[in-house]
């Protein structure tokens, strides 16, 4: 069980071009997710708290603007990255919120996006 | 601020050889420990999770330790196998906000 996917795995676009990333909840309904993104070598870093029904909460630094999340309902939170430039490359990984006594986050596989 | 530093950054070991990778952590208020292991190009997958009142707790061939009052962790790995090399991840929870401090990583590559 606790099983996320994510959609698609592998992206490439085109500078300028819009690329949308889904996260879903396999087996179970994720009132918060969360997206991460982690450069080569590097830890995971939170860009955003996915809220089911509300907005988005982001972390500093991160442009709201630029990384549109939606959590349209409890096992789906879409993460739509505009205007996309080869800076925005990275692997993306997004996560959802087990609430339970260890308070836990399942993570998805990930998504590779590559911008040229 | 909080903080999770894991050493060593990399590892190279054989087969068959037990490691023992470290988390050192400065996070408050402590909720719970994890150990993630990541392979290249995927996501973490949860290897064990520990809270306050639990010291070891194993998954197969790995065995975490937690000592909260000198707030470090260990994740031991037992007769390593190739399938082992990965990234593994310490990952530091505080209150219950479900915001979770990561550690930059090991880097283990098990060899023949």
């Known amino acids: 069980g606790a099983v996320v996917s994510q959609h698609p795995s592998r992206v490439i676009c085109k500078s300028g071009t819009s690329v949308k990333i889904e996260c879903r909840s396999l087996?179970?309904?994720?009132?918060?997710m969360f997206w991460y993104r982690q450069f080569p070598k590097q830890s995971l870093m939170l860009m955003a708290t996915s809220n089911e029904g509300s907005k988005a909460t982001y972390e500093q630094g991160v442009e709201k603007d630029k990384f549109l999340i939606n959590h349209a309902s409890l096992t789906l939170s879409t993460l739509t990255v505009t205007s996309a430039h080869p800076e925005d490359s990275s692997f993306y990984i997004c996560?959802?919120?087990?609430?339970?006594?260890?308070?836990?986050?399942?993570f998805g596989p990930g998504t590779r996006l590559t911008v040229l | 601020k909080n903080q999770v530093e894991q050493s060593p950054q990399s590892l190279i070991i054989l087969e068959g050889k037990n490691c023992t990778l470290q988390?050192?952590?400065?996070?408050?208020?402590?909720?719970?420990l994890r150990w993630y292991k990541q392979d290249t190009g995927r996501g973490p997958v949860s290897l064990t999770i520990?809270?306050?009142?639990?010291n070891t707790k194993s998954n197969g061939r790995y065995t975490a330790t937690l000592d909260a009052d000198t707030k470090q962790s260990s994740l031991h790995i037992t007769a390593s196998q190739l399938s082992d090399s990965a990234s593994y991840i310490c990952?530091?929870?505080?209150?219950?906000?479900?915001?979770?401090?990561f550690g930059t990583g090991t880097r283990l590559q098990v060899t023949l």
């Open positions: 087996d179970f309904q994720a009132t918060t």
């Open positions: 520990m809270t306050f009142s639990e």
């Open positions: 988390c050192n952590y400065t996070v408050s208020p402590f909720s719970n």
């Open positions: 996560s959802a919120n087990l609430v339970s006594a260890a308070d836990t986050q399942y």
């Open positions: 990952v530091v929870s505080a209150g219950t906000a479900s915001k979770l401090t």
